[in-house]
């Protein structure tokens, strides 16, 4: 058969005064510039555990929904779903099969909700893929009818055991960054995460060594390539985290990844991730302080019993040469609008060297979605198209919807302008000068 991976690609908002700020300002551009052309690291792995004797190929959605005509010659193809592009990926699926062509969808939305996807694709599949798409495939190839498959009728899988990623299917498109992951899965279980549906599993390390082989793949190809690790919380074992950091540094590398606060507890792993590369951590704050976070993190309070040290351990990180980038969740329960002046003076005062702003969103599947659905709280409970962390889809408790919109906007002018990063930067930039000349 010829298989076609189709990712969908570029970032999705729909608030039009966001929009139009988020194409002015440079804080937000960048950003955008850095994101707008990673490629699905989902399908690659499927990819790379399809059967032999099949013809592989991967192509882009556009950031408008539409497919590329090759896709029509495939005879299965396989789409990633997020929610954001949920209507997207199904309204190309119906054009698909309204051709002929045998659809697979996967990823964080349909897992979180399967029935609706089976409305437009012939094989719909929850959770993790690696072992359900060879069956997938051959399903396909014998014209057997469409049907929902669940990873956990299959073996879970083995993290020590994974292929390299098909990067070498991206051809020569223009990628300006690659994935590649080091871990699955997060201890935590914070309310509104969104990994949630794919967390069943503990938290899941990698062998070093294979981590290495795909980054070498990548090197292969892209031989000055930044990369991102698609890990839900990277350092969460520390010594293990150590041993990686020691394995990359010899690559030269320069790298990003997810993790939490408690990176900053260990120096050691903060000086080896800085020697090994690491550009950059984005860590989950969500508030600027206690208020709003009692309870977000469902199992230990995580996030509560950790916020009085935030500003200590920003410090800490981007003392050793790694930028925060710190996340703030806006509209959290125990939020007023007293919170946009809070995120910024704490932003001026840490001197955080990127800030990420977005709603508290509730996508399907999260323990956030059923309590805001119980609570009536949900304006259009099924616009999927609207879960892209800039578009508000509920009813905040401590202001209006109308507030929260306004604040957003108004903190985002103040935040991400030339001079607002400027200052927040310099300090971490003449720290970094004065590191190279001494
Ligand atoms: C890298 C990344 C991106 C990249 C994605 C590149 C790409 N083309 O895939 C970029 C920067 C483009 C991106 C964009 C967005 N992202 Co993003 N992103 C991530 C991140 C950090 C890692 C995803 C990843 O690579 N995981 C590793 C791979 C191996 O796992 P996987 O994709 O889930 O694939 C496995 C299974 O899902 C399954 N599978 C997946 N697809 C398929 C298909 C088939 C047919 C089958 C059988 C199986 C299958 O098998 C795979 C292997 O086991 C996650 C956070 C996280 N830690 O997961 C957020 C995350 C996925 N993003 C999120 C969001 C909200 C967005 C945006 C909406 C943000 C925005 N406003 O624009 C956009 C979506 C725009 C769009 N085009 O749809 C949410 C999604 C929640 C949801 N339910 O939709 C997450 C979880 C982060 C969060 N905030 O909670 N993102």
Redesign the pocket.
Known sequence: MKIA?L???????HDPELLELGLTLPGFVERSR?????????????AAVTPAGHELAYY??E?DGSEPEEVYAADLV?????????F??YAIADRLRARGVK??????????LPEEAARH?D???I????H??PR?VALAAANAPGRI?D?RDFAP?DVAALPV?RYDLLGARPYNRY?V?TA?G?PWRCE????T??LRERYRRRPVAEVVRDVEAILALAPDAFL?L????TFVDKEWGKELCRALAPLGLKWFT?TDVSVADDPELLELMAAAGCRQVLVGLEAPGAAGLAGLEQRADFKRARAAGYADAIARIQEHGVTVNGCFVLGLDGHGPEVFDAVYDFAERTALYEVQI?YL?A????PLYTRLAREGRLIEPER?DL?????VNYRPLGMSVDALRAGMRDLSRRLYTAEALERRRAPFRARRRARRAS
């Not at 396989?78 to 949920?86: E, L």
């Not at 959770?127 to 690696?130: D, M, N």
């Open positions: 991976f990712a969908m690609s570029g970032i999705r908002a850095q994101v707008a052309a990673l490629p699905s690291l989902g399908l690659l792995y499927l882009e959605a950031g396989a789409i990633s779903t997020f929610s954001a592009q949920a997207e990926a659809v697979a969808l996967g990823g964080l939305h349909v897992s979180a694709a094989y719909v599949v959770g993790e893929g690696e359900v798409w997938v498959l990873a899988v990623p994935t992951q699955r997060c509104f995460c969104a990994s549906v794919m991102e698609a890990d839900d919380n997810e977005t969103t996508f399907p599947g999260t999927w879960c892209t962390l800039f578009d």
